[in-house]
């Protein structure tokens, strides 16, 4: 017996749709490198979609084909998205901070057959081009003959192409730091639930009086999503070409963003422009913190400004929400210091994803706390299987291994411990090297630190700390660990420090520790 | 070429597992009839609801069968939501106001095979049993050997059935005015899309933050889809048996009720609770009314309290969220008195479903503001066939005609003008009875209001207006004529103003305009 509700396909077009008729107003706001600021709305980015679209047409695309990217934030961009994948296309960011040989292989193994790039790309563009082996169309979004002109020369008179709910929309791929990057396929369907649940107050908390300042960039992760959901939400957006924190700091003060979401080094930034200006964050209420694990110290001056804090974890894999800090019951009868504790772990699965950790021989681990073990994930906006890849990246029911060691605390609260490859192996036992990092981010004069196991004869690997001073700041070993001994367990202190003038990073801004640990593979402890 | 995301069914089932699993120890309380207050809690209505749904497999219930309610709000019957659907069963949720044979018509009409009900009721039981030709199994929810017997036998080692995700999963009846009550039949796609839409800030703005308090009944349009909504966003419940005002308002300050929901005379009887005892509302913030239209002044005491109105409307057909007021861009910036002119109307769309104004030949009307039509919508948890009907509800691109009159302004605000069929046609243009009706409500001294149309030899028809006076007070018709001349047009002042003690009223609540047309059909006016 079937039910006696209205078919409605799951389609990403619903999204464009609902924003230009319900929002068709609200601006979307680009401040480009030159310094100056261009307005659209929702009705403009929809109408401009539409000529995109017929132009992608004209140029004999098909349902299913490819188009990348290879830009900033900004208005284009974001039409971009919604004219690919309105015309049955799947639009294909590629992350501008990648090696060339990593961009070629990442393009013919997708074979987008239109890559859309900002001039400022050109030179890339111009070393990638005799080496691309399907890309047919070559346009600029800021020059002439470009984008612009693609869009003039276009009525708008289109219908969006409707296929399957399942059909893809979009591909990422994973910026791997060993072996070749993977694609991850996004489809119409998981999109749309993705949007859903991250318009709720629990994830990003959207609303046609936010104004979003995605500082996460579009070409990582879907820039969180927050295209889409902010379409179902009908947002203000406010986009930046330019991510230097006296720019992103104009931007908010002008144009009354009250959310934005990046990765630490972004806030970072940010209070030293504040500590050296005097200035106030405006109207910013919510900022979203994902990508690696934000410092305490980070949490701690947010929330004294007034500004709530989400920390997200998740992945290319995972659309990539998996995990977001939001209050739970009974927060404000927590003192500060708790609430400082409740937001530095990673928050709670949205309604859709699910989480489990295992231990070494893939025994589900009690959601205690305590017991550490592999983070895996399911759910609707989950990888199945990597494009074109011959078998599942899942296992068992689904479960995807996120490759992250974490614990699950009984109220459904995730605290990440550490990358799988990076936990420091002691003695059969676990140390974590992202609390160790932390805990020395906290000493005083520590502007960033790494840990990595290095061999050891007795306990196989021990933990080294390399730490970068900040400017001007004395800092020696021995105070270092003395302050560190106050917040770690003994058998954790580090049995060398070290001080370097800067750490390796990959392109996405997260510590290189295989480059670590490759240069430190040789390092003898003095025992 | 299909996208490379999990395969995840739109499954009810999702709901409470995630509730269960994420926010398990947030509590549902109920307070019952004799003023005891019991506690459960996610996990334990889970628990209960594998050990109902192994109980009506016991039964020899099959997937797709109907388990009906006769009840109020408490936590058996919402376990017993989750326990029939969990089975694979859809919930049958009867209309307690409805007259006996309505409930005989509607029982057999959905052949259901299972009636849960409350003890209070065993006497509205004894008379439709007789005349029930499909019910089975009749279980009190609150009589020994009942409920509590039930889940008892059970062990709770139950798995949820798994099937398509059009399945349907409840059932309500239109409580119609006329004719025979229809069935909608609500799926597990629909009822979970309802409810993630429900979740956002510009719908109910649910999170495990949230207490939420629904006066709504269960057996109305699904509590506004709140069971559903509340276990995705992990909420808090307070159900209450009865409604008097000193006992909801005793409950929410005890359980510090955030969010409630309902009619708005339900509103009308906290005032004077309020108004009496000198009380507050504790740490309510969000108040959504629905049902009919608020009155202003009702808008604007909650508002004063400081507390957020969101005035919804929808209907059975709708699942039943149609539209739902919340802030818009730029909100803070407005004036108190146009603060609450956005809240008088009747909101916009979530994400997912889409409305228009047509005239009456069909033509769509423009969405100024001003062109007021018959009001269509479509979606996702929108009708498309009455249940057991030869024929689709809808006309062209699954369009449902909702039976009001509205106008839509440009920024996608809707605003009901009237009911169609209680619109008063006077010389060839409409009256609306609605307003009419609330301006009446505004003036002193004026408890409830009714405006209908009687015959005129030259008009057509003139409108009169029933007036029930507020307790004490003296009200006469030109103090009141002349008070409502500076609220309406000339030309929709009632040709004649009746006071009366009551006004007739529907199962839900509404004016019974019926039975008021039919009783002054005859009605000669002094001309």
Not at 239 to 265: C, K, Q, Y
Not at 356 to 368: A, M
Not at 453 to 459: E, F, L, T, Y
Request: overall charge negative; charged content about 25%; proline content about 5%.
């Amino acid at each position: 017996m079937l039910g006696g509700m209205q078919d409605w396909a799951l389609r990403v077009t619903h999204l464009i749709d609902h924003a230009a008729r319900e929002h068709g107003r609200q601006e979307i706001v680009t401040r480009w490198g030159d310094g100056s600021v261009t307005r659209t709305d929702w009705a403009g980015v929809a109408r401009d979609a539409r000529k995109l679209a017929q132009a992608f047409v004209a140029m004999g695309l098909e349902p299913g084909d490819r188009v990348a990217t290879l830009a900033m934030n900004h208005d284009r961009h974001f039409t971009a998205w919604y004219g690919a994948i309105g015309m049955g296309g799947v639009i294909h960011t590629l992350n501008i901070r990648l090696f060339d040989e990593q961009l070629i292989y990442i393009v013919n193994h997708a074979e987008d057959r239109v890559l859309l790039y900002d001039a400022q790309f050109q030179p890339v563009v111009d070393r990638l081009r005799p080496h691309l082996t399907s890309v047919e169309h070559y346009i600029s979004f800021d020059q002439p003959g470009g984008y612009d002109a693609l869009i003039a020369a276009r009525d708008g008179d289109y219908v969006w192409h409707m296929g399957d709910e399942r059909d893809p929309c979009m591909l990422c791929y994973t910026s791997g730091t060993t072996g070749h990057p993977k694609g991850v396929l996004y489809e119409h369907r998981s999109t749309l639930l993705h949007a859903m649940a991250e318009v709720s107050p629990s994830v990003f908390d959207l609303s046609p009086e936010t104004v979003m300042l995605p500082i996460v960039p579009m070409f990582h992760a879907a820039s969180w999503g927050l295209p889409f959901a902010g379409a179902a939400a009908g947002v203000k957006f406010v986009f930046s070409v330019t991510n230097d924190a006296p720019v992103l700091h104009r931007l908010m003060v002008d144009e009354g963003v009250t959310h934005s979401a990046g990765v630490p080094t972004v806030w970072l930034a940010m209070f030293q422009h504040l500590d050296a200006t005097g200035e106030e964050l405006g109207k910013l209420r919510l900022v979203t913190i994902g990508g690696s694990a934000a410092p305490r110290a980070m949490v701690e001056r947010l929330m004294k400004m007034g500004v709530r804090v989400g920390h997200a974890w998740g992945m290319t894999e995972t659309s990539p929400i998996g995990t977001m800090g939001a209050p739970p019951a009974g927060w404000d009868e927590l003192s500060f210091e708790k609430q400082v504790d409740v937001v530095c772990k990673q928050g709670r699965v949205p309604f859709g994803v699910e989480l489990r950790v295992v231990d070494e021989d893939g025994g589900v681990l009690p959601r205690d706390g305590a017991s550490s073990g592999r983070l895996q994930i399911r759910g609707p906006w989950v990888i199945k299987r990597y494009f074109k890849a011959d078998e599942d990246a899942t296992e068992d029911g689904d479960w995807f291994d996120t490759g992250d060691v974490a614990l699950i605390h009984p109220d459904g609260t995730m605290q990440i411990t550490d990358r799988a490859k990076d936990v420091i192996k002691s003695g059969g036992e676990w140390i974590s090297s992202v609390e160790l990092e932390n805990a020395a981010v906290g000493c005083k004069g520590v502007a960033e630190a790494a840990a990595i196991g290095v061999p050891h004869p007795k306990w196989d690997e021990r933990p080294i700390l390399l730490i970068v001073r900040k400017a001007d700041a004395q800092v020696c070993p021995d105070a270092l660990r003395s302050e560190l001994s106050a917040k770690v367990a003994k058998w954790w202190l580090p049995d060398e420090i070290l001080f370097v003038d800067s750490l390796p990073h990959t392109g996405t801004g997260k510590l290189l520790k295989t480059a670590l640990r490759e240069e430190y593979r040789d390092y003898r402890l003095p025992i």
